[in-house]
């Protein structure tokens, strides 16, 4: 029997790089490589404008689209390389692209990195464009994790809490022994962003290694207050949100509150550590207390913010009673969960199957997501 | 048997309005019904705007890519109904969609309207983005009709000229008996592009009907060859145009011109005619002249030029011994062709057919165009 191999590129709202997999799905995922990349300055810092300025110059915008997808060949080109594996063996690829838009009340999306460049440039079918159907029926195009988490990560015996720490952290509740019905998801506000961007502009690394500098600031609780407020983390979900609340603006407002306040570079990182720390922690009040009542409760975390051991300690305290283990304990690595997630989500594309939950998106009904390009090795 | 019916759905350069046509290609295409609809001014303007401007707001830019996919949906919806069909008749949808940006110099095109809105707003698959693919790979994205062209067109007796009168004019060239690789396609220039404008601008019209305006002004020769001194006219194929070359740059350079040499408004328009006439006519310059010896030549005309009778008449006269036809007296109505062409690349990707010539688009080897997006109501 022919092994059925997929490829998932993932190209988060932190712009941290390129993640790739290459992996199978005959039951439990199985991950053959990991393969991560750099995007080339000129290009990310192009992406980042893209993504925080309103105005835009269109020409740029496209070539951009074709740079982008250029880079996506490159980086599975290399990993197939590395893996030692040719196009002909991926049955496809499952590209999220690089958001630069995101607004999910105008009921619209934009990801960059054409779909139907990256398959011609690798010969491999690409699925692309997996938020826009979603959104054109009501729905908000996010989040997309929930029903990859209920299919691989439920638990019959434990409610899990399955947490992403990305640029934005999201979370999906998965009672124990769970139906699709019961799924609850939903992202809860910033996750590394506004720490990533923080450290950056005041201690010129791209991120706080293992919550380092955290650890040594002094958390504002006035501070804290302050931006707990924010309207965003008390609306129920189903709730998406992205750059457009937790951008450019919210930093801003951050600093010259922090300025106010005389706060060092460390304490304010503390303190933008602890609102992640918080509002995920928060969120929490949002999942059904009976199930919370007659089941254990863990967390099972990935995403980036997982290597920040000060803002794991941190969820940890604000839960004393909930578990917390990170994906990898479980199989899936932290780092690869969303790239594997969107192999998956092309497999399923191509299976007719699918990848969202109207109940967390609002859309209005289920539909297949995602936009097929094909490859020139697979269909001859 | 099951009868396939696929719909086609194109939006040009000078953005006159949504052609749509529901077709069959059991053999010759059969046209079941055709469909016009206008684009709501205010869509139409921002569309334009993109079209024309460097610098977009991006929120605006990203909301008509869905705001043209809900457009697009209503005429569907729309033209089912007149024609007493419903979703589930349509194996598939062709979408042009509206294009803002074509760099073939750079490698990179883009159309607004997305395909996985329209999938999932009509249930109908959506096939859309054609041009991406082709231009990953060196091609200019365009032209698309030669394939189309050859598989309908072609004669075994006759050389045959199709051209395209749009926005801008293409023609394809298919000698008598001709085989793939014979066929040469290219964009010749302006179609209706500056005479529309022009005549909005001078008349308040939006086209010069019939030629009318043109045929009482007076074809200034001087100002004439100013503008076919051009250097895209003079470059040989493959090439390919569009608003760049000849939207408002050459537009201001033309008015500023014909302002310096006193013309009257109809004097412009019949000089603005006489250069579509003439640059069509003067690229048969670029068809090999041993086909054009020893065969006879006729011209199949189609796209909304087709309706400016002055013009066809002036192209008559510039070609004496080529003869001239529009393809609604060999089957295929004018104004609907090139939505019926997108219709057939529909089937063409769901069939793995190719629809591309790379000789004539200059891409590096032959590739399925094309994005597929499913409806819901096909796949279950």
């Known amino acids: 029997m022919k092994k059925e191999l997929y490829i998932g ?33 000129t290009l990310k ?10 105005i835009v110059n269109l020409d740029l915008l496209v070539v951009s689209h074709f740079a982008l997808a250029h880079e996506y060949a490159k980086v599975v080109n290399n990993a197939l390389k590395k893996a030692k594996l040719k196009a002909k063996d991926i049955r496809a690829i499952g590209l999220h692209g690089q958001t630069i838009r995101h607004l ?3 009921g619209a999306t934009f990801q960059l990195g054409s779909g139907p460049a990256l398959s011609a440039l690798t010969g491999i079918d690409v699925v692309s464009d997996f938020r826009s159907g979603d959104m054109a029926i009501g729905g908000q195009g996010a989040p997309l994790m929930p029903m990859f988490d209920y299919c691989f990560l439920a638990s019959n015996s434990t409610n899990r809490i399955i947490l992403n720490i990305g640029g934005i952290a999201n979370m999906t509740f998965l009672p124990a022994g769970c139906r699709e019905e019961d799924i ?24 706080d290694s293992g919550g380092k500098i955290a650890k040594k600031g002094k958390i504002n609780d006035n501070m804290l207050s302050e931006f707990l407020a924010n309207q965003y983390f008390r609306q129920s979900p189903p709730k998406s949100t992205g ?17 106010k306040k005389n706060l060092s570079a460390s304490d304010i990182i503390a303190t933008a550590t602890e609102l992640t720390a918080r509002t ?17 409760t863990e967390i099972i975390a990935s995403g980036g913010g997982v290597k920040n051991n000060f ?19 479980i199989g899936i690595p932290s780092q690869a969960k969303e790239a594997l997630a969107f192999a998956w989500f092309a ?16 859309a209005s009904k289920k539909i297949i997501l995602g936009s097929l390009s094909k490859g020139i090795n697979v269909s001859f």
Not at 45 to 54: I, Q, R, V
Request: hydrophobic share 40%.
């Open 347 to 362: 497999k399923s594309f191509l299976d007719g199957e699918y990848i969202h939950l109207p109940k967390t998106t609002d």
């Open 9 to 41: 590129i993932m190209t988060g709202t932190s712009m941290d790089g390129i993640d790739l997999v290459i992996a199978g799905f005959d039951g439990f995922p199985k991950i053959i490589a990991e393969y991560s990349a750099p995007i080339y300055p």
């Open 243 to 259: 750059r457009e609340l937790f951008g450019e603006k919210f930093l801003a407002k951050f600093k010259k509150s922090a300025e």
């Open 45 to 54: 810092k192009n992406l980042f404008d893209f993504a925080t300025k309103k």
């Open 280 to 296: 995920i922690a928060d969120a929490l009040r949002f999942l059904p207390k009976k199930d919370l009542k007659s089941h254990s």
């Open 104 to 106: 999910p009340k105008l």
């Open 311 to 329: 803002l794991c300690e941190r969820i940890k305290k604000l839960l004393p009673d909930i578990g917390f283990r990170t994906s990898d304990e």
């Open 184 to 207: 609850i998801a939903f992202d809860t506000g910033p996750g590394n962003m506004i720490i990533d961007v923080l450290t950056n502009e005041f201690f010129y690394k791209p991120f």
